[in-house]
């Protein structure tokens, strides 16, 4: 399957920002989708997941009450709706996906889409 991410860009701090990741080439309600994002010097971390149903969604608890991760099968994509966005939330942001089990750390993940960058100013 391949990813595609787009929706980053500059915000202020407390503003909002979506993010959407477009699958193609396989069948998209097969895979369990997640957000990663990695800042300057830092490992590659866990934000979201969401199952392939849309029925189960996990969260980093930094993000917990601040992202929603959601999904439309129908139009191949995941939304990840950030509100209350902090300086610390600066970050590349990636999509990714794996078949059946919701992938929460970057070794179980079999699919990754490009990032896009996050910044948020203070």
């Known amino acids: 399957v391949q990813l595609q991410a787009s929706g980053g860009g500059l915000v202020q701090a407390g503003g909002s920002r979506r993010l959407s990741c477009a699958a193609s080439?396989?069948?998209?309600?097969?895979?369990?989708v997640a957000w990663f994002r990695q800042a300057p010097g830092k490992e590659r971390e866990f934000v979201a997941a969401?199952?392939?149903?849309?029925?189960?969604?996990s969260y980093a608890e930094s993000v917990k009450g601040r992202f929603t991760i959601s999904r439309d099968n129908a139009k191949n994509t995941v939304n990840l709706q950030m509100n209350s966005l902090k300086p610390e939330d600066t970050a590349v942001y990636y999509c990714?996906?794996?078949?059946?089990?919701?992938?929460?750390?970057?070794?179980?993940?079999?699919?990754w889409g490009q990032g896009t960058q996050v910044t948020v100013s203070s």
């Open positions: 990714a996906a794996r078949q059946s089990i919701i992938p929460t750390t970057p070794n179980l993940v079999h699919y």
């Open positions: 969401i199952n392939w149903s849309g029925g189960s969604t």
């Open positions: 080439g396989r069948t998209f309600s097969d895979y369990a």
